[in-house]
Protein backbone atom coordinates (compact mmCIF):
# COMPACT_ATOMS: atom_id res chain seq x y z
CA UNK A 1 0.00 0.00 0.00
CA UNK A 2 1.09 3.94 -0.74
CA UNK A 3 1.96 5.67 2.49
CA UNK A 4 1.01 8.97 2.32
CA UNK A 5 2.84 11.63 4.76
CA UNK A 6 2.10 15.26 5.16
CA UNK A 7 4.20 18.12 7.00
CA UNK A 8 3.38 20.02 9.20
CA UNK A 9 1.07 18.39 10.76
CA UNK A 10 0.18 21.57 12.42
CA UNK A 11 0.67 25.84 11.05
CA UNK A 12 0.00 28.31 13.10
CA UNK A 13 -0.80 31.51 10.61
CA UNK A 14 -2.28 34.48 10.54
CA UNK A 15 -5.15 36.08 7.92
CA UNK A 16 -3.36 37.37 4.87
CA UNK A 17 -0.35 34.81 5.28
CA UNK A 18 0.20 32.45 2.41
CA UNK A 19 0.30 28.58 3.81
CA UNK A 20 2.36 25.92 1.96
CA UNK A 21 1.27 22.36 2.96
CA UNK A 22 3.71 19.30 1.96
CA UNK A 23 2.72 15.69 1.01
CA UNK A 24 5.12 12.81 -0.23
CA UNK A 25 3.73 9.42 -1.15
CA UNK A 26 6.08 6.60 -0.19
CA UNK A 27 6.24 5.99 -4.38
CA UNK A 28 5.18 7.49 -7.44
CA UNK A 29 1.64 8.54 -8.31
CA UNK A 30 1.59 10.47 -11.08
CA UNK A 31 -0.58 13.72 -10.66
CA UNK A 32 -3.18 11.31 -9.07
CA UNK A 33 -3.44 13.34 -5.59
CA UNK A 34 -6.56 14.78 -4.24
CA UNK A 35 -6.50 17.45 -0.96
CA UNK A 36 -9.90 17.76 0.85
CA UNK A 37 -10.28 20.47 3.70
CA UNK A 38 -12.43 19.75 6.77
CA UNK A 39 -13.39 21.75 9.36
CA UNK A 40 -14.53 20.39 13.22
CA UNK A 41 -18.00 18.67 12.68
CA UNK A 42 -18.03 18.50 8.95
CA UNK A 43 -17.06 16.51 6.43
CA UNK A 44 -14.22 16.44 3.77
CA UNK A 45 -14.75 18.85 0.75
CA UNK A 46 -12.85 18.27 -2.24
CA UNK A 47 -10.48 21.33 -3.06
CA UNK A 48 -8.29 19.86 -5.89
CA UNK A 49 -7.78 16.77 -8.25
CA UNK A 50 -4.96 15.50 -10.86
CA UNK A 51 -2.79 17.53 -8.19
CA UNK A 52 -3.48 20.95 -9.61
CA UNK A 53 -6.96 21.28 -10.77
CA UNK A 54 -9.23 23.32 -9.05
CA UNK A 55 -12.40 21.78 -7.73
CA UNK A 56 -15.57 23.96 -9.21
CA UNK A 57 -16.38 26.61 -6.73
CA UNK A 58 -13.35 26.72 -4.60
CA UNK A 59 -11.49 29.47 -4.53
CA UNK A 60 -8.45 30.93 -6.66
CA UNK A 61 -6.44 31.42 -3.54
CA UNK A 62 -5.62 27.29 -3.45
CA UNK A 63 -3.40 26.01 -5.74
CA UNK A 64 -1.80 22.36 -6.19
CA UNK A 65 1.53 21.18 -7.66
CA UNK A 66 3.46 17.95 -7.82
CA UNK A 67 3.83 15.06 -9.22
CA UNK A 68 5.83 11.45 -8.79
CA UNK A 69 5.94 11.69 -4.92
CA UNK A 70 6.32 15.20 -3.76
CA UNK A 71 3.21 17.25 -3.85
CA UNK A 72 2.12 20.77 -2.11
CA UNK A 73 -0.55 22.70 -1.46
CA UNK A 74 -0.56 26.51 -1.16
CA UNK A 75 -3.35 28.84 0.26
CA UNK A 76 -2.17 32.47 -0.34
CA UNK A 77 -3.73 35.42 1.55
CA UNK A 78 -5.54 33.14 3.97
CA UNK A 79 -8.73 33.61 4.95
CA UNK A 80 -10.73 33.41 8.45
CA UNK A 81 -12.75 30.38 6.77
CA UNK A 82 -9.61 28.47 5.48
CA UNK A 83 -8.45 27.74 9.00
CA UNK A 84 -9.30 23.68 8.51
CA UNK A 85 -7.35 20.50 8.18
CA UNK A 86 -6.63 19.60 5.36
CA UNK A 87 -5.98 15.75 3.92
CA UNK A 88 -3.95 14.61 0.71
CA UNK A 89 -4.95 11.77 -0.98
CA UNK A 90 -3.62 9.40 -3.73
CA UNK A 91 -5.88 7.88 -5.79
CA UNK A 92 -3.49 6.02 -8.02
CA UNK A 93 -2.97 2.69 -6.11
CA UNK A 94 -5.63 0.14 -5.01
CA UNK A 95 -6.55 0.84 -2.00
CA UNK A 96 -6.34 5.13 -1.95
CA UNK A 97 -4.70 6.27 1.23
CA UNK A 98 -5.05 9.46 2.84
CA UNK A 99 -2.22 11.45 4.40
CA UNK A 100 -2.30 12.44 8.11
CA UNK A 101 -3.52 15.48 8.02
CA UNK A 102 -2.62 19.23 8.53
CA UNK A 103 -4.31 21.31 10.64
CA UNK A 104 -4.01 25.33 10.28
CA UNK A 105 -4.31 27.11 13.05
CA UNK A 106 -4.98 30.89 14.02
CA UNK B 1 -27.10 20.13 -5.94
CA UNK B 2 -25.91 17.22 -4.85
CA UNK B 3 -27.14 15.83 -1.29
CA UNK B 4 -26.29 12.82 0.32
CA UNK B 5 -27.90 11.91 3.50
CA UNK B 6 -26.67 9.23 5.53
CA UNK B 7 -28.08 7.30 8.44
CA UNK B 8 -28.27 4.41 10.41
CA UNK B 9 -25.03 5.06 12.59
CA UNK B 10 -25.76 4.11 16.52
CA UNK B 11 -24.15 2.20 19.60
CA UNK B 12 -23.73 -1.41 19.03
CA UNK B 13 -22.00 -4.38 21.42
CA UNK B 14 -19.14 -5.93 19.73
CA UNK B 15 -19.56 -8.92 17.02
CA UNK B 16 -22.81 -7.39 16.03
CA UNK B 17 -24.65 -5.88 13.00
CA UNK B 18 -25.61 -3.09 11.50
CA UNK B 19 -26.73 -1.04 8.34
CA UNK B 20 -25.85 2.26 7.14
CA UNK B 21 -27.91 3.76 4.45
CA UNK B 22 -26.84 6.91 2.11
CA UNK B 23 -30.04 8.36 0.28
CA UNK B 24 -28.64 10.33 -3.10
CA UNK B 25 -30.43 13.18 -4.50
CA UNK B 26 -29.64 15.92 -7.22
CA UNK B 27 -27.56 13.94 -9.48
CA UNK B 28 -27.99 10.40 -11.70
CA UNK B 29 -27.17 7.73 -9.26
CA UNK B 30 -27.14 5.01 -11.38
CA UNK B 31 -24.43 6.51 -13.22
CA UNK B 32 -21.85 7.07 -10.58
CA UNK B 33 -19.61 4.77 -8.45
CA UNK B 34 -20.28 5.35 -4.84
CA UNK B 35 -18.04 4.71 -2.03
CA UNK B 36 -18.06 4.59 2.21
CA UNK B 37 -15.04 6.74 4.26
CA UNK B 38 -14.84 6.23 7.90
CA UNK B 39 -13.08 8.79 9.99
CA UNK B 40 -12.67 7.09 13.87
CA UNK B 41 -12.55 10.13 16.83
CA UNK B 42 -10.11 12.18 16.14
CA UNK B 43 -7.95 10.32 13.36
CA UNK B 44 -7.35 10.84 9.97
CA UNK B 45 -9.95 9.24 6.99
CA UNK B 46 -9.80 5.72 5.86
CA UNK B 47 -11.55 4.42 2.66
CA UNK B 48 -13.22 1.52 3.52
CA UNK B 49 -15.30 0.33 0.06
CA UNK B 50 -16.49 1.12 -3.38
CA UNK B 51 -19.09 -0.21 -5.76
CA UNK B 52 -19.11 1.01 -9.37
CA UNK B 53 -22.12 2.78 -11.08
CA UNK B 54 -24.44 -0.66 -11.87
CA UNK B 55 -23.09 -2.69 -9.18
CA UNK B 56 -21.34 -5.52 -11.06
CA UNK B 57 -17.79 -4.53 -8.88
CA UNK B 58 -17.13 -3.79 -5.41
CA UNK B 59 -13.83 -3.52 -3.48
CA UNK B 60 -12.80 -3.18 -0.21
CA UNK B 61 -10.06 -2.27 2.58
CA UNK B 62 -8.10 -5.25 4.23
CA UNK B 63 -9.48 -4.03 7.58
CA UNK B 64 -12.93 -4.78 6.66
CA UNK B 65 -13.27 -7.19 3.98
CA UNK B 66 -15.03 -9.96 4.85
CA UNK B 67 -17.19 -8.31 7.07
CA UNK B 68 -18.98 -5.32 5.43
CA UNK B 69 -20.59 -5.38 2.48
CA UNK B 70 -21.72 -2.84 0.24
CA UNK B 71 -24.29 -2.54 -2.15
CA UNK B 72 -26.94 0.07 -3.81
CA UNK B 73 -30.52 0.25 -5.06
CA UNK B 74 -30.95 2.25 -7.85
CA UNK B 75 -34.89 2.53 -7.75
CA UNK B 76 -34.36 4.00 -4.00
CA UNK B 77 -31.21 5.72 -4.83
CA UNK B 78 -29.49 4.65 -1.79
CA UNK B 79 -26.21 3.07 -0.95
CA UNK B 80 -26.23 0.97 1.98
CA UNK B 81 -23.43 -0.49 3.95
CA UNK B 82 -23.78 -3.90 6.02
CA UNK B 83 -21.15 -4.26 8.58
CA UNK B 84 -20.72 -7.70 10.36
CA UNK B 85 -18.59 -9.22 13.03
CA UNK B 86 -18.40 -4.80 14.25
CA UNK B 87 -14.96 -4.35 16.11
CA UNK B 88 -14.16 -1.30 18.46
CA UNK B 89 -11.86 -0.01 15.67
CA UNK B 90 -14.73 0.09 13.61
CA UNK B 91 -16.06 2.98 15.80
CA UNK B 92 -15.94 6.09 13.39
CA UNK B 93 -18.02 8.30 11.65
CA UNK B 94 -18.76 6.81 8.24
CA UNK B 95 -19.19 9.29 5.21
CA UNK B 96 -20.86 8.34 2.03
CA UNK B 97 -19.05 9.73 -0.82
CA UNK B 98 -19.71 10.02 -4.93
CA UNK B 99 -16.77 9.28 -6.95
CA UNK B 100 -15.60 12.47 -9.42
CA UNK B 101 -16.27 10.64 -12.44
CA UNK B 102 -18.93 7.59 -13.78
CA UNK B 103 -15.88 5.65 -13.63
CA UNK B 104 -13.87 4.55 -10.27
CA UNK B 105 -11.23 7.45 -10.28
CA UNK B 106 -11.04 7.09 -5.93
CA UNK B 107 -11.76 10.36 -6.00
CA UNK B 108 -14.35 12.10 -3.75
CA UNK B 109 -16.16 15.11 -4.88
CA UNK B 110 -19.30 15.01 -2.81
CA UNK B 111 -19.62 13.57 0.87
CA UNK B 112 -22.40 13.35 2.97
CA UNK B 113 -22.40 14.80 6.73
CA UNK B 114 -21.57 11.00 8.15
CA UNK B 115 -22.93 9.04 10.54
CA UNK B 116 -21.36 7.93 14.00
CA UNK B 117 -21.20 4.23 14.87
CA UNK B 118 -19.81 3.41 18.27
CA UNK B 119 -19.12 -0.28 18.79
CA UNK B 120 -18.84 -0.55 22.95
CA UNK B 121 -20.02 -3.15 25.51
Known amino acids: DIQMTQSPSSVSASVGDRVTITCRAS??????LAWYQQKPGKAPKLLIY???SLQSGVPSRFSGRGSGTDFTLTITSLQPEDFATYYC?????????FGGGTKVEI | QVQLVESGGGVVQPGRSLRLSCAAS????????MHWVRQAPGKGLEWVAV????????YYGDSVKGRFTISRDTSKNTLYLQMNSLRADDTAVYYC??????????????WGQGTLVTVSS
Open chain 2, 97 to 110: ARDLAPTVTYVFDS
Open chain 2, 26 to 33: GFTFSSYA
Open chain 1, 50 to 52: GAS
Open chain 1, 89 to 97: QQANSFPPS
Open chain 1, 27 to 32: QGISSW
Open chain 2, 51 to 58: IIFDGSNK
